[in-house]
Nanobody
Framework: QVQLVESGGGLVQPGGSLRLSCAAS????????MGWYRQAPGKQRELVAH???????DYADSVKGRFTISRDNAKNTVYLQMNSLKPEDTAVYYC????????????WGQGTQVTVSS
């Protein structure tokens, strides 16, 4: 029903910036919540940031003040602006979408690699 395609990952030096994008498509008019998760080698997948259709946001403590999540509801696209990147941010970043607030159904993108290294 919903397909998610991420883009914007790559290699960046510590202190640098990247902007991730995730475009949702399918037979839907809106999506309640969209977010970004990441998974580093040997670690569990964790929430990075989350945003609802009304603009309410939540961030992992490790990225507060450095990352900003936003969305374009007309395009069903979510963005993650990542500034002051650290080597610890290295992971595969996955886009997530929850179409309905009260229905626990989620869709996932294929992921995009972010590598922070000098």
């Amino acid at each position: 029903q919903v397909q998610l395609v991420e883009s914007g990952g790559g290699l960046v030096q510590p202190g640098g910036s990247l902007r991730l994008s995730c475009a949702a498509s399918g037979s839907i008019f809106s999506i309640y919540a969209m977010g970004w998760y990441r998974q580093a080698p040997g670690k569990q997948r964790e929430l990075v940031a989350h945003i609802t259709s009304s603009g309410s946001t939540d961030y992992a403590d490790s990225v507060k003040g450095r990352f900003t999540i936003s969305r374009d509801n007309a395009k069903n696209t979510v963005y993650l602006q990542m500034n002051s990147l650290k080597p610890e941010d290295t992971a595969v970043y996955y886009c997530n979408a929850q179409p309905e607030r009260w229905i626990r159904r989620y869709y996932w993108g294929q992921g995009t690699q972010v590598t922070v290294s000098s």
